[in-house]
């Protein structure tokens, strides 16, 4: 049976653009999905991860399956494994108000990076 994860939005947030400097996700920084705290909406393709209290990775989406969503839409995450942990993009399935993203980058941001999220978009 696969593991489902149900999250609230926190926010939607308006766009905002960073640098490539972000680390991409790699099989020694697997997430764990109970590790997952709480989210915000960057735009219609970013969604920001509070991974822990630790530290905040971004998932980009290759459509924009998270456009005009609301603080009250739930985002459905299912690791496809079924193991509770995600270590790649292919791992991540994302579906909102019952359309499927397409995950094209899940990436760690590095602190310096997080702390220059602005406010709103802070998960």
Not at 45 to 54: M, S
Not at 102 to 113: H, Q, W
Request: with cysteine.
């Amino acid at each position: 049976m696969k593991r489902l994860v149900l999250i609230s939005l926190a926010a939607l947030a308006a766009a905002t653009g960073f640098g490539a400097s972000a680390q991409p996700a790699t099989k020694d920084s697997c997430i764990w999905t109970r590790d997952l705290r709480n989210h915000t909406v960057g735009d219609a393709h970013t969604l920001y991860f509070d991974v822990g209290g630790r530290s905040v990775y971004r998932v980009t989406t290759s459509d924009s399956c998270l456009a005009g969503v609301t603080s009250s839409d739930p985002i459905v995450l299912r690791d496809r494994a079924s193991t509770g942990r995600l270590c790649d993009k292919l791992d991540w399935d994302i579906s909102v108000r019952g359309a499927r993203c397409i995950v094209s980058g899940v990436s760690r941001l590095t602190p310096e990076e997080a702390n220059a999220l602005p406010k709103h978009v802070k998960p």
